[in-house]
């Protein structure tokens, strides 16, 4: 045996730190703790687990915290449902074909996530709302795009559409796609209509997200994603509308139901006429009136008199406030100053006060 003492961890961890050129080990007690990717991922709340609702925790909840729900506008969702109704019928005359259109989801999110998400290729159409003076969009996938130009190019039935990727599209597969979206923009308009007039009008069909940009990455926006069946072909709708595109009717998009705001309510009223007729008002009589100059005014004393024009027996006026009301006579009954009122002030005999 060796008469060499036995050396301890950290000597022989000191060692080995210098021959290889590294610091040695600290004391795991003192040692920083370094976290995993998955607790990482836990604490941005990009776990496995669902990412919405009430799963969504730490970081996540933070970035999407200034996103406004789709939900607070109870009005948009039956607009949309209206737009389901109305393009089924629309479409099936376009056609000339069996058509269901079905609602996939309605989402709030930043229009650049929208941007970066859309799966290319695909039409990006821009349009306009005439009276919000604000802008939307609205996206066409490939498998929509294909299925509509071979439905309306005469194309067999129970056959799935050719799809054709990696090519420009040609002149006339983007001429019966705007077709499509006339058609879309029009039914949109129709479902407003109950709500607000409102007139959406096609400006630019683009196939590149960037070119398409019609409001600040940041910005929220709603998007509602439309599902269109034809028998076996068909495709998806995308329509995104920034808020601030809906700003001037999003007091019509609050209410709860068709109308709310022109409800009436006869018991609050009854109670309010009640309360009016029990209101007590303080009237004044005005003997007389007269113009002084301001020196005069600054110049009055305890002791000055001020000479009124008004006889006994003469007409007075009862006010109440900055209002005429009636016009009377000054008298006396059980010991008190009386005024018999004799005339009643219309408002057009009420002075000039500007």
Same mark, same amino acid.
């Given at each position: 045996m060796s008469d060499t003492p036995q050396q301890s961890d950290e000597d022989l961890a000191a060692a080995w730190g210098a021959e290889t050129g590294t610091e040695p080990a600290v004391d795991s007690a003192q040692a920083a703790r370094v976290l995993n990717q998955a607790e990482i991922d836990s604490l941005l709340g990009f776990d496995n687990g669902p990412a919405s609702g009430e799963d969504r925790t730490g970081m996540q909840k933070i970035i999407q915290s200034g996103l406004v729900s789709y939900e607070r506008l109870p009005m948009l969702e039956i607009v949309f449902d209206r737009l389901v109704r109305i393009m089924s019928t629309s479409l099936r005359n376009f056609t000339s074909d069996n058509v269901e259109v079905g609602i996939d989801n309605i989402i709030s999110l930043r229009f650049g996530d929208y941007l970066n998400s859309i799966p290319l290729p695909a039409m990006l159409a821009v349009f306009k709302a005439e009276e919000w003076d604000n802008q939307g969009l609205m996206v066409i996938d490939s498998a929509m795009i294909y299925s509509i130009v071979d439905v309306l190019l005469g194309g067999r039935r129970g056959t799935a559409a050719m799809r054709i990727e990696g090519r420009p599209y040609t002149t006339i597969e983007r001429t019966l796609v705007e077709r499509l979206i006339q058609v879309v923009l029009t039914d949109?308009?129709?479902? /407003?209509?109950?709500?607000?007039?409102?007139? /959406?009008?096609?400006?630019?069909?683009?196939?590149?997200?960037?070119?398409?940009?019609?409001?600040?990455?940041?910005?929220?926006?709603?998007?509602?994603?439309?599902?269109?069946?034809?028998?076996?072909?068909?495709?998806?709708?995308?329509?995104?509308?920034?808020?601030?595109?809906?700003?001037?009717?999003?007091?019509?998009?609050?209410?709860? /139901?068709?109308?709310?705001? /022109?409800?009436?309510?006869?018991? =609050?009223?009854?109670?309010?006429?009640?309360?009016? =007729?029990?209101?007590?008002?303080?009237?004044?009589?005005?003997?007389?009136?007269?113009v002084m100059r301001l020196s005069d005014v600054i110049a009055l004393k305890p002791g000055h008199q001020l000479l009124l024009n008004t006889v006994p027996g003469g007409i007075v006026t009862v006010r109440c406030g900055s209002i005429a009301l009636f016009e009377g006579r000054v008298g006396q009954k059980n010991n008190h100053v009386a005024v018999k009122i004799e005339n009643e002030l219309s408002r057009a005999h009420q002075p000039d006060r500007g």
């Open positions: 949109l308009s129709t479902s /407003f209509d109950p709500l607000c007039p409102v007139t /959406f009008r096609f400006e630019r069909l683009e196939v590149n997200p960037r070119f398409a940009t019609i409001s600040r990455l940041s910005n929220a926006a709603i998007l509602a994603r439309l599902r269109i069946d034809m028998e076996d072909r068909g495709g998806r709708v995308e329509l995104l509308l920034p808020y601030a595109t809906l700003e001037p009717v999003r007091e019509l998009l609050l209410q709860q /139901f068709m109308g709310e705001k /022109f409800g009436r309510d006869s018991i =609050w009223e009854t109670h309010l006429a009640e309360q009016l =007729w029990n209101t007590e008002v303080e009237l004044s009589v005005v003997l007389d009136e007269h």
